[in-house]
C-alpha cells in the first residue's frame, strides 16, 4: 500500500491535485461547524436552533436532489479546469458574503448556492482524476488517498482548526469581535480564503486538468452526427446507463447500500436504546462503523487484487447486507459493534470499488456525468432513508424480550433495520448478475483463489490469431476485433505492435549487431515481454476482449524451424516473458503453403513452420480453433467469426461476442 501510494503520490499534478482536495475538503468540514454556529447565534427560538445543523445539512444536499446531472454535464461538456476555478471563486465570494451580511435567510441560501458549486466542482475533479495518472491500475489508489483526504486528514484538521480558533477567541481580539458571531464570521471569512486559494492553485499549477482522454469512434458511430447540445447530453448518458450492464449494476447496488446506510444512521439513536446502552452505545456503535469504513477502504485494493473488481462490488453490497440483518437480530452491544464494524467494512469496500470501476472503465468523454449521478445517487437514496426511517420505526411499539438470559427492547428499529439487510441483499445480488462478465467461471472458485491469496484471473478475453504468414494473420486479427466490437459497445483491444513485423525486428536486431538465432530469440521474447505488460495485460484487467496477432506459437514456430532451435526451449522462454499468459482461444489459420505467393526456395519452410503449428494445435485441442485459411480474405473471416461465436457460446461467454456470425 505504501509503495503504491507513493508512486501516486510522485506525479505532480496529482500530488497537487490532493493538496487542493485537502484545502477544500477542511473547508467543506470548517463550514459545516460554522454555519452550524452560526445559525444558532442568529437565532433565539430555541426550536429553531435545535433545527440548526439539519438545517445547514440540508441546504448542502438540496442541489444534489434537485440538479443531479448538472455537475456531470458541465464536466463532459467545458474545460474541468475551468469549471473547478469559477466553482472555488463563487464559494470563497459566498462564504464572505455569509459572514458580512450576517442574515439567517441569506445563510441558508448562500449555502444552497456553495452546494451547487460543489455539485460542479467534484464531478469534475473526479472525472480528470483518472487523466493524471500513468496507468489505469493507479485509479484505485489515486481514489484511496482521495477519500483519506477527505473523511480522515481533512476532518480531524477542520475540527482541529474550529476548535483552535474557538479556544483563542477568549484571549485574542478577533476582527469580527469575540462573540459566538464574530467568531462563526471569522471562520467564514477563512473558508472563504481556502476556496480562493484552491481557485489560484488549480488556475496556475494544474493545467493538466484541462487534458481530455482522445475519443475513439465506433464504427456504429462514425457516420452519424454529432450532438453536443446539453439536452443530447443527458439523452446519452441515460442511453449509456441502460446499454451498459457494469454501471447499470453499479447504480443498482447503490441503491441498497445507502439505502441501508440511511437505515441504519437514522435509525442508530434509538438503536442504541433498545440495547440498554445509551449515549455511549450509540458513540461507540458510529466508532465501530466508521472504524469499518477505514479498514474496507483500505484492504480492498488488496482483495481487488484477487478478485476482479466486477465481483467484488457486488459480493461487498450482498455482505453489507447480511450483515445488517445481523444487527438487527443481536441481542448483545458486543455483537452489534462486530456487525456494524463489518457492514462499515463492506460499505468502504462498495464505495471505493465503485469509483474505481467509473475511472478505469468508462470512458472519458462521459465519465463526468456517470460520477456525478453516483455522487447524487448516494445523496439521494441516503437522504431518502434517513427520513423515512424514524416514520417506519414509530409504527411498532416497543415491547421487552429475554434472549439468552439477557432483556432487550424489541421496537421499530429492528423490523426495519432487518428489511434494510434484506434489500440490500438482493439488490446486490442483482447488481452481481448485472456486472459479473466471467459466467464461465464460478464465483465460489473466485473466493477460494482469494482465501488462498493466489493472483485473480483477468476479466478480459485473449484471441490469438496464429499462421504461417504475417498478411493472414493481421488482416484476420483486424477483420475478427472490427466484428467483436459490434453494437454492444465492449472495449476490443487489437494487440498489433509494429515492433513485432519483421522490419522493426530486424531494425533492432541490426542495431545491436547481434546475428545468432539466440540472440535472435531474446529480443522477440524481449518484445513480447514488454507488450504483454505495457498494453494486453492492463487492457485485460479492464475487462477488454484482446485480439492479438502472432501472440508466441508462430513466432515460436519460425524460429525453431528455421533456427533448429529446441521448441520446448522457446516455449520455456515465452513463458517467462508473458509470465505464462496464454490466450483463451487461438485461433489458427491452416493454410496450404503451395498456395502462397512465395519463391520455391521459401515453399519447404512454410511447409514445415505450417506442420509445427498443426502439432501445436493437435496438442492442446481445448484451447486451439483450427479454420480453413484458403479461399478469399472474406471468405476466411466468416469461418473465423463463426468458429470464435461458436467456441464462446460453448463456454457460455456468448453474450461477449454480437449476435449474427456474418
Not at 445543523?53 to 444536499?61: C, M, P
Not at 455482505?319 to 443481536?330: D, E
Request: proline share 5%; charged share 20%.
Amino acid at each position: 500500500m505504501a509503495h503504491r501510494a507513493r508512486s501516486v503520490l510522485a506525479i505532480r499534478p496529482f500530488r497537487r491535485l490532493w493538496g487542493v482536495t485537502y484545502l477544500c475538503s477542511v473547508g467543506d468540514w470548517l463550514s459545516l461547524l460554522a454555519l452550524t454556529g452560526l445559525v444558532a447565534s442568529l437565532t433565539q427560538d430555541y426550536t429553531a436552533q435545535s433545527f440548526a445543523f439539519s438545517g445547514v445539512v440540508l441546504t448542502q444536499l438540496l442541489p444534489g436532489l434537485l440538479f443531479a446531472p448538472l455537475g456531470g454535464l458541465f464536466a463532459d461538456r467545458f474545460d474541468r479546469r475551468k469549471v473547478m476555478v469559477l466553482a472555488d471563486i463563487a464559494r470563497c465570494g459566498l462564504f464572505l458574503s455569509i459572514a458580512v451580511v450576517g442574515s439567517t435567510l441569506w445563510l441558508f441560501i448562500g449555502n444552497f448556492l456553495i452546494g451547487c458549486c460543489a455539485l460542479l466542482w467534484i464531478p469534475s475533479k473526479d472525472a480528470a482524476v483518472p487523466n493524471l495518472l500513468r496507468r489505469p491500475d493507479q485509479v484505485e489508489t489515486a481514489n484511496q488517498l482521495g477519500m483519506v483526504m477527505t473523511y480522515g486528514i481533512a476532518v480531524i484538521s477542520g475540527a482541529g482548526l474550529y476548535s483552535l480558533i474557538t479556544g483563542i477567541s477568549t484571549n485574542v481580539s478577533l476582527p469580527f469581535g469575540t462573540s459566538d458571531l464574530g467568531i462563526a464570521r471569522f471562520i467564514l471569512t477563512i473558508n472563504g480564503l481556502l476556496y480562493l486559494t484552491s481557485a489560484i492553485i488549480v488556475a496556475t499549477r494544474i493545467p493538466e486538468l484541462s487534458t481530455r482522454a482522445p475519443v475513439v469512434p465506433k464504427p456504429a458511430d462514425k457516420d452519424k452526427p454529432k450532438k453536443s447540445g446539453f439536452l443530447s447530453m443527458v439523452k446519452d448518458a441515460g442511453h449509456f446507463i441502460r446499454t451498459t450492464p457494469i454501471v447499470r449494476g453499479l447504480l443498482i447496488g447503490m441503491i441498497g447500500a445507502f439505502a441501508a446506510a440511511g437505515a441504519l444512521v437514522g435509525s442508530a439513536q434509538l438503536y442504541a436504546d433498545s440495547l440498554r446502552g445509551g449515549q455511549s452505545a450509540f458513540g461507540l456503535l458510529f466508532v465501530a462503523l466508521f472504524i469499518g469504513l477505514a479498514t474496507g477502504m483500505t484492504g480492498s485494493p488488496k482483495l481487488a487484487r484477487r478478485l476482479p473488481h466486477n465481483r467484488l462490488f457486488g459480493i461487498a453490497i450482498v455482505v453489507a447486507g447480511l450483515a445488517l440483518m445481523l444487527v438487527a437480530l443481536s441481542p448483545h452491544l458486543a455483537v452489534s459493534l462486530v456487525t456494524v464494524a463489518v457492514l462499515g467494512a463492506s460499505a468502504g469496500a462498495a464505495f471505493l470499488t465503485g469509483v474505481t470501476i467509473i475511472g478505469t472503465q468508462v470512458e472519458d468523454a462521459i465519465r463526468g456525468r456517470i460520477n456525478a449521478i453516483y455522487q447524487s445517487l448516494m445523496k439521494i437514496i441516503l437522504a431518502g432513508a434517513m427520513a423515512a426511517t424514524p416514520v417506519l420505526v414509530g409504527l411498532v411499539r416497543p415491547h421487552e424480550i429475554s434472549m439468552f438470559g439477557k432483556q432487550m427492547t424489541v421496537d421499530g428499529t429492528r423490523p426495519v433495520l432487518l428489511g434494510a439487510g434484506l434489500i440490500a441483499a438482493l439488490v446486490g445480488i442483482v447488481a452481481y448478475r448485472q456486472m459479473d462478465d466471467r459466467r464461465s467461471e464460478t464465483i465460489l472458485s473466485d473466493l477460494v483463489a482469494a482465501i488462498r491469496g493466489k493472483p485473480r484471473r483477468s476479466t478480459g478475453l485473449l484471441i490469438a490469431v496464429e499462421g504461417d504468414t504475417h498478411l493472414d494473420t493481421s488482416t484476420q486479427a483486424q477483420l475478427l476485433a472490427d466484428w467483436l466490437r459490434g453494437p454492444n459497445g465492449r472495449e476490443v483491444f487489437l494487440a498489433t505492435d509494429p515492433a513485432l513485423d519483421d522490419e522493426r525486428l530486424h531494425a533492432v536486431l541490426t542495431g545491436a549487431s547481434l546475428s545468432s538465432a539466440r540472440a535472435h530469440a531474446l529480443v522477440a521474447a524481449a518484445v513480447r515481454a514488454d507488450l504483454v505488460e505495457r498494453e494486453i495485460r492492463p487492457a485485460l484487467d479492464r475487462g477488454a476482449l484482446v485480439v492479438m496477432e502472432r501472440f508466441v506459437d508462430s513466432p515460436l514456430a519460425h524460429l525453431s524451424v528455421a533456427a533448429g532451435l529446441d521448441p520446448a526451449e522457446l516455449e520455456g522462454l515465452a513463458d517467462w516473458a508473458t509470465s505464462r499468459l496464454r490466450p483463451d482461444i487461438t485461433v489458427l489459420l491452416d493454410r496450404d503453403p503451395g498456395t502462397l505467393p512465395k519463391s520455391p526456395g521459401n515453399t519447404e519452410h512454410h511447409w514445415h513452420v505450417q506442420s509445427v503449428l498443426t502439432d501445436m494445435a493437435a496438442a492442446d485441442p481445448d484451447r486451439y480453433v483450427v479454420v480453413d485459411g484458403d479461399g478469399t480474405m472474406d471468405d476466411v473471416a466468416d469461418r473465423v467469426r463463426l468458429a470464435v461465436q461458436t467456441t464462446l457460446a460453448g463456454r457460455r461467454l456468448g453474450d461477449l461476442v454480437p449476435e449474427r456470425a456474418s
